[in-house]
Every structure is written in structure tokens, then in C-alpha cells.
Nanobody, 127 residues
Framework: QVRLKESGGDSVQAGGSLRLSCAAS????????MGWFRQAPGKEREGVAA????????YYADSVKGRFTISQDIAKNTVYLQMNNLKPEDTAMYYC????????????????????WGQGTQVTVSS
């Protein structure tokens, strides 16, 4: 069982930055896909970014490309999401997820492909 815990959510003004962290109790085989998802009230959950822990390959939703950066610290079993130039539409609960099956691929944005989920951290961006 892998436990994931997110932190770093906060309330910021538009144009501001936040860094979210996702601490995993362990990487299963150092070849996981770690993803960030978000869900705003009344909206479907959407994939934001993902990283293959083995290769370091990264994936982004079009809506966050150029503003968000996903990274990892393997020694700390931690994945980060640096969010810059935040917009009100980025307001959501952000969740970290891990897929222990295979590295990230074209499916990275599909929630059902992930085995483990954190409890989420709230990001609120005001205009």
C-alpha cells in the first residue's frame, strides 16, 4: 500500500505562484507514473501533469503548459508541482496519484489508471 500526502495548497491572487508537494510512503519499483489531478466544484476531475519516475518524462495538460512544472526528488519519494502565473480558473482541489503498473504514457490523464490517491490540497486563486 502506497500512501500519498499532498501539501502546499493555499489562497493566492492571480499571477501568483504556489508549489505543491506529494510525499509518497514509497515508490513501488521506481518506475511509476505520478500524476497531479484537479477538480473544481461542479466540474469533472482533470489531469494536470504527470511524470514517469524512472525516465523523468513529463506530461502536461494544454491549459497549464508553460505555467506549471512537475518535478521529483527520488531520494525523498516526493513529486512537486510548481505553479506560476496562476489564474482564477486554476482554483480546485489538487490531488496526487500514483500508478504502480507502468510508466506514464498517452493515458497519463486518465484517473482510473492510477492505483493510489492522496486526500488533496486546496488551491484558490482570486482575481
Amino acid at each position: 500500500q502506497v500512501r500519498l500526502k499532498e501539501s502546499g495548497g493555499d489562497s493566492v491572487q492571480a499571477g501568483g505562484s504556489l508549489r505543491l508537494s506529494c510525499a509518497a510512503s514509497a515508490y513501488i519499483n521506481n518506475n511509476e507514473c505520478m500524476g497531479w489531478f484537479r477538480q473544481a466544484p461542479g466540474k469533472e476531475r482533470e489531469g494536470v501533469a504527470a511524470i514517469s519516475t524512472g525516465s523523468g518524462s513529463t506530461y502536461y495538460a494544454d491549459s497549464v503548459k508553460g505555467r506549471f512544472t512537475i518535478s521529483q526528488d527520488i531520494a525523498k519519494n516526493t513529486v512537486y508541482l510548481q505553479m506560476n502565473n496562476l489564474k482564477p480558473e486554476d482554483t480546485a482541489m489538487y490531488y496526487c496519484a500514483a500508478s504502480a503498473l507502468v510508466p506514464c504514457g498517452g493515458w497519463w490523464y486518465s484517473g482510473p489508471m492510477y492505483n493510489y490517491w492522496g486526500q488533496g490540497t486546496q488551491v484558490t486563486v482570486s482575481s
